[in-house]
């Protein structure tokens, strides 16, 4: 079966990718979301807050998935290559929010606690979501 890709080859457009970034974004926001809550702010009475803290973190993971190849059935076709992949993957992302955030256009700053808090938590989340999908195939 022939599959419609873009970027190269690197996004397979596909229902299976479709629901793959679906939950990507989902596991992120729920990440942000409940930051947002343990540091005293509710992102429902706040949504530009969350909206700005939220941003650095898609536009770092959607680049590096796009590019990376994270939306291809290749990155969820075994356990191993899910784990893997969205490891790295979020790593970079990560280093590309903080720097994001590191500008004078979203709230926060660059800080490395913060940045290990991101890769251990926020990567936890992706890690429970890509691992149960690649194990759902």
């Known amino acids: 079966m022939s599959v419609s890709t873009v970027g190269n080859g ?17 596991a992120i926001a729920v990440f942000v ?3 947002e809550v343990t540091h005293g ?3 429902i009475l706040n949504p530009g807050r969350f909206a700005g803290t ?11 998935a796009g590019l990376g190849g994270l939306y291809t059935a290749g990155a ?8 893997g992949r969205t490891i790295v993957g979020w790593v970079l992302a990560v ?4 720097g994001l955030r590191s500008t004078a256009v979203f ?12 890769v251990f938590v926020g990567g936890t989340l992706l890690l429970l979501w ?5 194990v759902a195939k």
């Not at 690197?10 to 990507?24: F, M, N, P, Q, Y």
């Not at 941003?55 to 590096?64: A, K, R």
């Not at 890509?130 to 690649?134: F, L």
């Open 10 to 26: 690197r996004i397979e457009l596909s229902t299976r990718t479709a629901l793959l970034a679906v939950g990507d974004l989902l």
């Open 33 to 35: 979301g409940v930051g």
């Open 41 to 43: 702010i509710n992102p």
């Open 54 to 64: 939220l941003t650095p973190f898609y536009v770092g993971w959607l680049l590096v």
């Open 76 to 83: 969820t076709a075994t356990i191993r290559a899910a784990l």
């Open 95 to 98: 280093g590309i929010a903080q």
């Open 107 to 118: 709230p926060g700053s660059a800080a490395l606690t913060f940045a290990l808090v991101s």
């Open 130 to 134: 890509r691992g149960a999908i690649a």
